[in-house]
Structures are given as structure tokens and as C-alpha cells.
């Protein structure tokens, strides 16, 4: 099963926004709106910050939005600061053998 | 406060078996699917395996499927996963997390696995 598409690196100066992207298909992003986001620190467990397509979590800044357009869901962070700086996956549900897929993974950088 | 602690991560040889321990509180265990995920060295993050709140439904990826169980004791608030004919590939740091209507919203520290001779 081939996992959901990411771009490998997005920077952004502090203050900024960025926006990560995750494209799948019609089994997955495009078919369930049960789309969600991690953050990973290095060497730290991941971290939910946003769940189905664009909902937050309780204690997650709303600096982090979440949204979907066809196959394609995306995560933006604004007014990027240091503490962004870490590794993002999505996660879909999928109709198959093979119920749930991660993302590539993105590494935002802090410039 | 969630908790959730992994156990179990060795270095085992190619051929060998395992089972991997997730102790979970400060939640009602039994009424949430649990998941696996695992992350190689320097790689992305994979689901490997769910199972339903009463151990009734069990799904895995197709790479581990005949070779990892995934089970559960709700008496004893904890998750396993029993992995067999272990190769170099299953290599990875593994999560337990909580497996909440699509998401995982609470995780584990991770417990390394190595495969290797």
C-alpha cells in the first residue's frame, strides 16, 4: 500500500505561514473526511494537532488549520515560530485491506 | 493524566519472535480500539495494526499479516503485539496509541525494536 503523498521539506521565516500538503486518492483523503495531523519532535512520540480534515484538539494552538480539496488535504501553520520546527504526517482512513495510511512525513524548518 | 508505556523492545536475531507490551491509564481502556505504529531509523511513520475495544476486529498491514497478532487483556489495561519470523525490515521504534474514531490521539514513549544478527 503506497502511502499518502507529502513534500519532503517546507521552510518559512518566523512570522510567516506555511502549507503542508498530503495528496492520496478517492479510497482515502478524497473519499472520508478522517484526515488528520502529527507533529514529531526529534526523538519525542507524535503529537495530534488537528483531526478530521480541520478540527483542533483541546490545547493545540489555532495557529494550526487544517483543510481538504478533492484528494488533497493540507495543514497550514501561521506565524511560524522556532517551536514549529519538527516532523508532520497525515493520516487517512483507507478503504481497504489495510485500514489507515500515514503521509511521507514533511520536515518544516524555521529559517 | 493518559498514559500510555510500551515495553518489551530487544535486539533479537532475523527468524526470531517478540512480544511488544503497552500498558495503558488514566482512561477507560476498554472502551477505545488500540493501535501499532511503527517508525524505522530516520523514517516515517507506518500503522501496522489495530484491534477493536473487545479484541473482536483485528486489522494489520499487509507486510506483517501471518506474522504479528495483535491482542488485547482489558482486565489488565494492556495492549500486546506478538511478532514472529522477524526481519530486518521490521526494525523500528514501535508506538502504542489509542485508535479514537480515525485518529490517534494519545501515544506512547516507544520501545525500539532491532533486528539483526
Known amino acids: 500500500q503506497s502511502a499518502l503523498t507529502q513534500p519532503a521539506s517546507v521552510s518559512g521565516s518566523p512570522g510567516q505561514s506555511i502549507t503542508i500538503s498530503c495528496t492520496g486518492t478517492?479510497?482515502?483523503?478524497?473519499?472520508?473526511?478522517?484526515v488528520s495531523w502529527y507533529q514529531q519532535h526529534p526523538g519525542k512520540a507524535p503529537k495530534l494537532m488537528i483531526y478530521e480534515v480541520s478540527n483542533r484538539p483541546s490545547g493545540v494552538s489555532n495557529r494550526f488549520s487544517g483543510s481538504k480539496s478533492g484528494n488533497t488535504a493540507s495543514l497550514t501553520i501561521s506565524g511560524l515560530q522556532a517551536e514549529d520546527e519538527a516532523d508532520y504526517y497525515c493520516?487517512?482512513?483507507?478503504?481497504?485491506?489495510?485500514?489507515?495510511?500515514f503521509g511521507t512525513g514533511t520536515k518544516v524548518t524555521v529559517l | 493524566e493518559v498514559q500510555l508505556v510500551e515495553s518489551g523492545g530487544v535486539l533479537v536475531q532475523p527468524g526470531g519472535s517478540l512480544r511488544l507490551s503497552c500498558a495503558a491509564s488514566?482512561?477507560?481502556?476498554?472502551?477505545?480500539?488500540m493501535a501499532w505504529v511503527r517508525q524505522a531509523p530516520g523514517k516515517g511513520l507506518e500503522w501496522v495494526a489495530n484491534?477493536?475495544?473487545?479484541?473482536?476486529?483485528?486489522y494489520y498491514v499487509d507486510s506483517v499479516k501471518g506474522r504479528f497478532t495483535i491482542s488485547r487483556d482489558n482486565a489488565k489495561n494492556s495492549l500486546y503485539l506478538q511478532m514472529n519470523s522477524l526481519r530486518a525490515g521490521d526494525t523500528a521504534v514501535y508506538y502504542c496509541?489509542?485508535?479514537?474514531?480515525?485518529?490517534?490521539?494519545?501515544w506512547g514513549q516507544g520501545t525500539l525494536v532491532t533486528v539483526s544478527s
Open positions: 488514566g482512561f477507560t481502556f476498554s472502551n477505545y480500539w
Open positions: 484491534i477493536k475495544t473487545d479484541g473482536s476486529e483485528k
Open positions: 493520516y487517512s482512513y483507507r478503504s481497504s485491506s489495510t485500514p489507515y495510511v
Open positions: 496509541a489509542t485508535d479514537n474514531y480515525y485518529k490517534c490521539d494519545y
Open positions: 478517492s479510497s482515502d483523503v478524497g473519499g472520508y473526511n478522517y
